[in-house]
């Protein structure tokens, strides 16, 4: 296991590495796995981006995000100006079934609730609203509720993941209960984490 001194210095090496960040504008702080992120950024996109920086760093059990967005002066948008951008590029998306879903905004957060059929559909929605300037962050509520049930192979989810060239599929172990997935085993980065579980969740017709 890396020291904590070793984990930040890694996941301030990887924000450096992305080129739309400057280090100075985030803080790290690392407790046994547990990394925190500070600071202050100027639009939503690199606040998502110091977040998956640090996802991929090996080590990284789980991230507290604590980054502020402070648009400036001109990329300040009102709360009607944000939902009416928003529901337009809902609209303009064709894997969105924006009739499904319904928006809040509140000091530029945009909270989006509803329901689709598939996971596809609820991140698709999310990326389309999270874009828009002056959005300073968005809460995922849209529900996934399947037209119909049905008995999910196994197999075709573990041959999915030894597909995946990050993941090591000897490491996971798929349980299948119906219209559920259970993943169990070891990873050694959150973005392998969230790599299977995105996998299982392009299964169709269940709740992982």
Known sequence: M?????LQKDVL????WEPQLHAAEIGVIVHDGIVTLT??????????AAQDATKEVAGVKAVVEKIDVKYPHSGIKSNDEIAAEALKSLKNHWNVPDERIKIEVED???TLNGDVHWNYQK???????????GVKGVF????IKTQHKSELEKKVIENALRRHWSINADDIRV????DKVILNGTVTSLYQKEEAEKIAWKTP???L
């Not at 090496?13 to 450096?16: F, N, S, T």
């Not at 600071?39 to 998502?48: I, M």
């Not at 991140?123 to 300037?133: D, G, L, S, T, W």
Request: net charge negative; glycine share 4%.
């Open 13 to 16: 090496d990887a924000i450096k």
């Open 123 to 133: 991140e698709a929605a999310k990326r389309a609203v999270e874009n828009i300037p």
């Open 140 to 143: 995922n509520h849209i529900q």
């Open 2 to 6: 890396k020291s904590n001194e070793q």
């Open 175 to 178: 349980l299948v209960d119906n």
């Open 39 to 48: 600071g202050t950024v100027d639009n939503y996109n690199k606040k998502l």
């Open 205 to 207: 017709e269940f709740c």
């Open 108 to 110: 530029g957060w945009i």
